[in-house]
């Protein structure tokens, strides 16, 4: 569905989807005017538990390694701890300090410019891929490569071909290699597939990915179990099951994000000329929520709030929970589809969607749910687009240089 | 020494920040400021101006979601530098996208543009994109956090 039916589908005059723009520019102002102290000393304190568990889980391994009796348990339950500390870097830190989410409170350590994570793409390119890509041009078919990776047919929309009747396994390999599955992502596998990839630039990418990418994997596979002695093997296994877990747990969250029945794809080439109030409906209709309790939220990256995070990715992920409450409301108030659900099912019709789009649409029957049926007959399509500068109001002349002062730094 | 070892720690951290600048500084050559990329076009065409039109839109969204340079196109670094017209200063909602400071400050010394534009320094901003009744058609930068 393009974003120009958008208007037919949510049943919203011009007006109302401005008014709706307006409202959440509200909540965005209220969040900034209000993130302070409280908001910091957050995220310093997911830090320093991510960092204790890291610790603990290398201090549990060493120590347990030397013994025949503990080196079994002492192994799993190190390689968990790793693989949740892992969880916890990747989801609710890397990912969102990369967002840019904390560089309002000038830490030169928390900020998106100098964070590099502990998973095998290098920040830059996530910077581009999912920063950029990924949400500028939220599943739209063609531009987001989120939609199936380049690997799985994820919209009915997409062409089938034989090759699609082996997503089951494909997705199963993904899932496992997840890591290694989101280092390859902005190499844009289908450009290099259709020869359109710039050469120089793949090998550039491919070049860095194979510097932190076998940094990682030196460190995790050879620099640990080397420190383990002559019980590296046991080392070894807990780093591979610390990885499996992260790479499993990212690879259900990002999944649920996107794939549930009721998040919708686009097929829009141009979105030049969308408004903000647009994007900001194309963003709640193209994401997709999971319930859960404060910690599955954390340990989600708070991505559990994917509508919270698409219309505001750069607002601090604490904030989501709050700011839900309220775009819900919204959604409520605007007959608009707000798509959430638990997470085992969630991700049950995001499997559901994977396996039934191996095989080709005519022996599979879709899961979106029907427009509501327009509420007048002959309904005028409506005209949305961005008003010239004759239609426009003037610039206000006078200056805001109160922003300047340090209430407006602070 | 409990009172002494955080400020030393903070020093260091401070000066390993300013190091890796320093060395950043030395490669940002100054023949990206010839043809600096958010104000060059796909099809090669470039138009170095304060005026908000000399700006490429698709490539200025880019720079801003994807945190790299609009002169050099490499990964921002901390502070983030704007560059803008007094009035722009004043708004606090700048055109162009974030730089490097040193490609700012190279910038704002070419001869054409020298005395339109004058570099504001920030850890964070909002990135705002145009709605459709307002004055503003382009995506606009508020620094959040001034330095």
Known sequence: ?410 | MVAHGPRRLVSLRSLLVRGAQAVAADDTPDHHVDRPYAWTHDDGSLTLAPEVEALDRTRVTQCALSRVCGVCAEPLRRPVAFVGTDEERARNAFHAPPLHQVCADALVVRREVAGAWTVTTTSGFEFVRPGRDEPETRPTFQPNSLL
């Open chain 1, 1 to 410: 569905m393009a974003i120009s039916d958008v208007a037919e589908y949510a049943h919203l005059t011009d007006e109302e989807v401005e008014q709706l723009g307006r409202e959440l520019d509200a909540i965005r102002a209220e969040v900034e005017e209000s993130r302070g102290p409280a908001d910091a000393a957050y995220i310093r304190r997911v830090i320093r538990a991510q960092r204790l568990m890291m610790v603990a889980s290398r201090v549990v391994m060493a120590v347990s390694a030397h013994d025949d009796r503990t080196r079994k348990p002492g192994a799993i339950a190190g390689g968990t701890v790793l693989g949740l500390a892992k969880i916890l870097e990747n989801m609710e830190i890397g990912h969102n300090v990369m967002h840019g989410q904390w560089d309002w409170m000038n830490d030169p350590e928390i900020h998106s410019s100098n964070w590099e994570w502990d998973t095998a793409q290098p920040a830059e390119q996530w910077k581009h891929s999912h920063n950029y890509i990924h949400h500028q041009f939220t599943n739209v078919l063609g531009h987001d490569n989120d939609v199936g990776y380049g690997v799985l047919r994820m919209a009915r929309e997409q062409k089938w071909t034989p090759v699609s009747l082996g997503q089951p396994v494909y997705n199963a390999l993904l899932a496992g290699l997840f890591q290694w599955g989101v280092a390859l992502h902005d190499l844009d596998l289908e450009r290099i597939r259709k020869m359109e990839k710039d050469p120089k630039e793949l090998r550039r990418q491919l070049k860095q990915i194979y510097k932190k990418g076998s940094r990682q994997a030196l460190k995790d596979y050879v620099v640990y179990p080397a420190m383990a002695g002559k019980h590296w093997r046991t080392t070894l296994a807990a780093n591979a099951w610390a990885n499996f877990m992260r790479n499993m747990w990212s690879y259900v969250i990002i999944f649920c994000g996107h794939f549930p029945d009721g998040a919708l794809h686009f097929t829009e080439e141009e979105l030049e000329d969308e408004t903000r109030a647009e994007w900001y409906l194309r963003q709640i209709l193209g994401a997709a929520n999971f319930k859960g309790g404060p910690l599955l939220h954390v340990m989600s990256g708070n991505l559990g709030f994917q509508i919270e995070h698409h219309l505001f990715p750069d607002l601090p992920s604490n904030r989501y929970a709050e700011i839900s409450v309220k775009v819900r409301a919204l959604c409520e108030k605007y007959d608009i589809p707000y798509t959430t659900g638990p997470l085992p099912v969630q991700y049950g019709q995001a499997l559901r969607t994977i396996m039934k789009l191996s095989l080709p649409n005519g022996m599979t029957s879709s899961n979106s749910p029907n427009p509501p049926p327009p509420e007048q007959e002959n309904m005028i399509p409506l005209d949305r687009r961005r008003k010239s500068e004759s239609e426009r109001p003037t610039r206000r002349e006078e200056t805001g240089s109160w922003s300047r002062t340090a209430r407006g730094a602070s």
